[in-house]
C-alpha cells in the first residue's frame, strides 16, 4: 500500500514539473551561442566569441570587451524554399543589439559533440533580453537570430527557435 502510494505521488509530481526546454551551444563561423530560453516575453543566452588565441601574450594584448552585434526577428518571411533567407521587415524586428562580451577564457560543448572535445573562446557572457513590443509573443511562432544584422553579403539567419510557453520572470 505505501510503495503504491509513493509510485503515485511520483507520477503526479512529474505531470506537475515540466522541465524547461534547454538548447545546447551551436557556432556559427567564430560565435558560439547557447539559447537556454525563446520564451513569450523574452530570451535568455549566452554568446562566446573570438577563436581561442595560441599565447598567453596574445590573450593579454586582447582588448577587455569585444563587440557582438545582434539582431532578433519574429516570424520573417520565407524564400520559395522555406528558408529564412530574406531581410525582415522592420515591424518583426524584436531585438536589435550590440552586445558588449567580456574578456574571458570560457570552454563549451558544440551540441551533439563528444564531452570531451571542449572548444574555447576568448570572450563571453551571459545576457536576458526581453522583447521589443507590447504584446507577448504566441507559443510556436518563429524567432531567428542573426549575428551579422541580415548582412546582404551573407542573407542566411544563423539560429532558429520556436516561442515556449514560458516566461523569464518564471
Known amino acids: 500500500m505505501r510503495r503504491s502510494f509513493f509510485v503515485a505521488a511520483l507520477a503526479a509530481l512529474a505531470v506537475l514539473v515540466q522541465p524547461a526546454i ?3 551551444w551551436k557556432t556559427i563561423s567564430d560565435t558560439a551561442v547557447d539559447v537556454q530560453a525563446v520564451c513569450r516575453d523574452g530570451t535568455r543566452f ?4 573570438h577563436a581561442e588565441v595560441a599565447t ?5 594584448a586582447l582588448p577587455r570587451f569585444f563587440k557582438e552585434p545582434l539582431v532578433i ?7 520559395e524554399f522555406g528558408a529564412y533567407t530574406i531581410f525582415p521587415p522592420k515591424s518583426s524586428i524584436l531585438a536589435d543589439k550590440t552586445l558588449r562580451l567580456k574578456k574571458e577564457h570560457f570552454g563549451f560543448v ?7 572535445n571542449v572548444q574555447y573562446r576568448e570572450y563571453h557572457r551571459s545576457f536576458t533580453l526581453t522583447w521589443r513590443t507590447s504584446r507577448l ?3 510556436g511562432d518563429v524567432v ?12 542566411e539567419v544563423d539560429l532558429v527557435y520556436t516561442v515556449s510557453n514560458c516566461f523569464l520572470a518564471s
Open 137 to 139: 509573443l504566441q507559443v
Open 73 to 79: 526577428a519574429l516570424n520573417p518571411p520565407t524564400d
Open 110 to 116: 558544440i551540441e551533439g559533440d563528444d564531452p570531451a
Open 22 to 24: 534547454t538548447y545546447a
Open 56 to 60: 598567453q601574450q596574445e590573450r593579454d
Open 46 to 49: 549566452e554568446v562566446a566569441d
Open 144 to 155: 531567428v537570430f542573426s549575428f551579422d544584422r541580415f548582412s546582404p553579403d551573407d542573407p
